[in-house]
Every structure is written in C-alpha cells, then in structure tokens.
C-alpha cells in the first residue's frame, strides 16, 4: 500500500529505516483496530515486541494470520501490526471478524513515518527486552524471537532478575493478582534488612502503583480530548487491579463511558472517518499521480469530503480532525481559510 496521499498530505519528515541495534521508534498512530493502553514501546521494556507490516493481498499474511494469533497470547511478548496495503475498512475489519484478530492493528502511515518501511509483505520486527530492534526482515525470526523470550521470566514486571524471597510476588503479579502481590511485596520490604530484597520489594509496589497511575491518567486525558476507544481501553485495563484505591473507580467509569450517547456518537464518528480515510487511499492507488490536473481534481474531493464530514458530525473529536485534514488540503491546493474559521484578532 501506498501512503502517498497521507504522507503528502501531513508533510511529516521521514526517519531513516531502522535497523537491527537501533533502539525502537514509537509509532503513535491515530487510528486503530484494536487500541492498545500503552504509547510509547518504553513502557514494555523487560517484555518482547513483536511487530509485523502485512496485508490481505499478500498471500503469506494471510496464511500466517493464525500462526500471529497463538504468538500473542505468549506470556511476555506483545504483538502489534500495522496494516500496509491499500483496502477499504470493512474489508480490513471482515478478516479481522473472521480470524479473530485481538490485537492492535495500526491503520495509518506513522510506522511508515518512524522507519519501519516494508517494501515486501509480511515484514517483521522484533524489540528485545532491552528496548532495541533484534531483527528486522521477513523472515528467519524464529530464532531471535525465542532468545529475546528466554530472557522474560516475569511478564510485565519490567524487571527480570528477582531476589528469591520476592518471587512469590513476581509470580502473584504475572497472575494478574495485583492487590496480593502489592501486599505480598510491602511484608517482605516492611520485613527485610537485606537492600536487594528491599529494592526488588519497592520496584514490584512502584511497578502496580506506576501502571494504575498511568491507566488513571490516560483515561482521564482520553476523556478529555474525547478519544473514547482509548479511555475505554484504559478503564477496562485498570479494573483488573481490583482491590486496590487506584483502580475502585474503573468499574464505574468505564460503565458511564459505555452507556453514554454522546460517546456512541463519538465512537461511531470516529470509525466513520476513519472508514472514510481509507477508501480515499484506495481511489489514491489508481491516480497517476505525474498527472497535475489528475492530483489536483482528486484532492478537491478529499477537501469536500472532509469538510463535509466535520459539517455533519460536529461535536465530536473526529469532526475536529477531519476539519484538520481539511485545512491541510486547503494548504495543497494553494487556497485560503473561510473567513469563519480564521482566529479573530
């Protein structure tokens, strides 16, 4: 798939195509199948990233798409996927329905932007434990990705080597019984007089404390900014640290978040835009684009559509940005703002 219309569109400077050794670029997309609760591959140092460009069109995806699935439900590693050819959303999310696709799937061009170019599909790469590219290609990974496993013994915890009085708690914590691996982690550190197992016992209460915090926090900031998939995610993520203070008022928010219409509303904006982006990359694919008055034509339509778009669901965060796209198309074609949207002096 092309990204060409997106990536003129945003003019966003390029990275160099990482590379084994480089420490891992974030990606940041904006849309997603799938959204994933963290932002940065900082925060799942001490686990395995597995990243893979793919698409419907390219046979050995497709055929892999089950292999993917059982890779991420391995303890310890994280699948993420960026989709690069150019189809239609409904197509995208019919195979995703019917293979049972759980997780994230970025559907916009940032992967691109960060460097990691795909010219042939499946592409792969994999972030050790270290935060670091370990293999970037397309096949051969088997390999690496079993080495860079070995080294995750405690999933999650972001730390590996555990004195052996905390490993009960390291334990209770990869079981996701947060509330009994704080408790478990504050007798040994109230307890001990030995510094290791102190300072083992206060990274297991900092790491709880750390992602509640950072659930808290980004679901609050996604509420306000109106970025519904992700505050549901996050609120959904935080309720499984049941029993502890941090976490007493997921349950409750994330209800009111689903029941509420204006976050519907949100919701399906935001797919519809997003739908709406991606058939305007498949009409993308048969413009020539050495065609000035073919270019010209195609972004008047895309300029008219969003401005349409943000006309018809104002209100929501997607009208927001599809007036942003809109503005950029104005910026290509060379032409002025509406008065009404100019800032008044």
């Not at 509420?223 to 499984?240: D, K, P, V």
């Not at 694919?285 to 073919?294: K, L, N, V």
Request: hydrophobic residues 40%; glycine residues 6%.
């Amino acid at each position: 798939m092309t990204r060409l219309l997106l990536i003129a569109l945003l003019c966003a400077p390029l990275c160099a195509q990482v590379k084994v050794g480089d420490k891992a670029p974030d990606i940041a997309p904006l849309n997603w199948i799938n959204t994933p609760v963290f932002q940065s591959f900082d925060e799942l140092e001490g686990d395995v990233v597995f990243l893979k460009a793919w698409g419907i069109n390219c046979t050995t995806s497709m055929k892999e798409l089950a292999d993917v699935n059982k890779l991420a439900e391995t303890p310890g590693l994280h699948v993420v996927t960026f989709y690069a050819q150019a189809h239609k959303l409904e197509q995208i999310e019919e195979v995703v329905r019917a293979n049972n696709i759980r997780y994230p799937i970025s559907l916009d061009e940032r992967a691109w932007v960060a460097g990691y170019e795909s010219p042939e599909l499946p592409r792969v790469w994999i972030i050790g434990t270290d935060g670091k590219i370990k293999f970037a290609g397309s096949e051969g990974y088997a390999d690496v990705l079993k080495t860079e496993l070995a080294k995750v013994k405690y999933p999650g915890l972001g730390k590996n080597d555990i004195a052996k009085n905390l490993h009960p708690a390291a334990k209770l914590f990869v079981e996701g019984k947060y509330k009994e691996a704080y408790a478990a982690a504050e007798n040994v550190f109230d307890d001990t007089d030995d510094e290791t197992e102190e300072n083992d016992a206060d990274h297991i209460m900092k790491r709880i404390d750390g992602i509640m915090n950072t659930l808290s926090v980004r679901a609050e900031t996604a509420e306000a900014s109106r970025n519904y998939e992700l505050a549901i995610r996050c609120w959904t993520e935080l309720a499984r640290f049941k029993g502890l203070d941090t976490a007493a008022e997921a349950p409750q928010r994330l209800k009111k978040l689903t029941d509420s219409a204006e976050v519907k509303k949100g919701l399906a904006a935001r797919r519809a835009l997003t739908s709406l982006m991606l058939a305007l990359d498949v009409e993308f694919q048969a413009i020539d684009d050495s065609e000035p008055a073919a270019v010209k034509t195609f972004r008047e339509k895309c300029l008219a559509a969003y401005v349409d778009f943000a006309a018809k669901n104002k209100g929501t965060a997607a009208a927001d940005q599809a007036g942003d796209l809109a503005k950029a198309f104005r910026g290509l074609l060379g032409l002025p703002e509406p008065e009404e949207t100019k800032p008044k002096d």
